[in-house]
Antibody, heavy 117, light 107 residues
Framework: EVQLVESGGGLVKPGGSLRLSCAAS????????MSWVRQAPGKGLEWVGR???????DYAAPVKGRFTISRDDSRNTLYLQMNSLKTEDTALYYC???????????WGQGTLVIVSS | DIQMTQSPSTLSASVEDRVTITCRAS??????LAWYQQKPGKAPKLLIY???SLQSGVPSRFSGSGSGTEFTLTISSLQPDDFATYYC?????????FGQGTKVEIK
């Protein structure tokens, strides 16, 4: 059974940093496309970025230069390092399988990030 | 970016009604389209991929159609468990985009 379990969310002040983790199991994580998608409270879904390898990453315009996606294939874990956080980054952050033309068939339960002073 | 526009934004329907939701892409995406169901406090659940392929375990009352820029999700006989918000998503390139969602409410 595929499982994706996010952690690391919380309350952070504007300008601060946070690192989210996503522990994956039940499939071959190594070299698989993985993505982050976020959902602001009461709003729709927004793609954040994707990773296949250290040199294969893409980001949405609102987060490019502030967020970094990485992975540790030895730990089956995906990360999202978020720097220079803004209030508009407040959202539930989901880890998903897939990227590009590989659709997200599995989603984690999400971890909530609140950026507020 | 490819813009995805869903209609309607809200839909009121009764149990056993036939329901259709439309999704339009701002440019052709072939059949690189998925549909998701989301209930309050839960992650989105994949219903349809490649515009018309039913995800394993999803009831057959759900169906998808379309190609290019026009797509539809149909629920042939609405059940109590189907009241939720539905999203379309294009995955034709690296930059995924989602429709704004359609909330299916009890009439």
């Amino acid at each position: 059974e595929v499982q994706l379990v996010e952690s690391g969310g919380g309350l952070v002040k504007p300008g601060g940093s946070l690192r989210l983790s996503c522990a994956a199991s039940g499939f071959t994580f190594n070299n698989a496309w993985m993505s982050w998608v976020r959902q602001a409270p009461g709003k729709g879904l927004e793609w954040v970025g994707r990773i296949k390898s250290k040199t294969e990453t893409d980001y949405a315009a609102p987060v490019k230069g502030r967020f970094t996606i990485s992975r540790d294939d030895s730990r089956n874990t995906l990360y999202l390092q978020m720097n220079s956080l803004k209030t508009e980054d407040t959202a539930l952050y989901y880890c998903t399988t897939g990227g590009g033309t590989y659709f997200p068939d599995y989603w984690g339960q999400g971890t909530l990030v609140i950026v507020s002073s | 970016d490819i813009q995805m526009t869903q209609s309607p934004s809200t839909l009121s329907a009764s149990v056993e009604d036939r329901v259709t939701i439309t999704c339009r892409a701002s440019q052709s995406i072939s059949t690189w389209l998925a549909w998701y169901q989301q209930k309050p406090g839960k992650a989105p659940k994949l219903l349809i991929y490649k515009a018309s392929s039913l995800q394993s375990g999803v009831p057959s009352r759900f169906s998808g159609s379309g190609s290019g820029t026009e797509f539809t999700l149909t629920i042939s006989s609405l059940q109590p468990d189907d009241f939720a918000t539905y999203y379309c998503q294009q995955y034709s390139n690296y930059l995924w985009t989602f429709g704004q969602g359609t909330k299916v409410e009890i009439k």
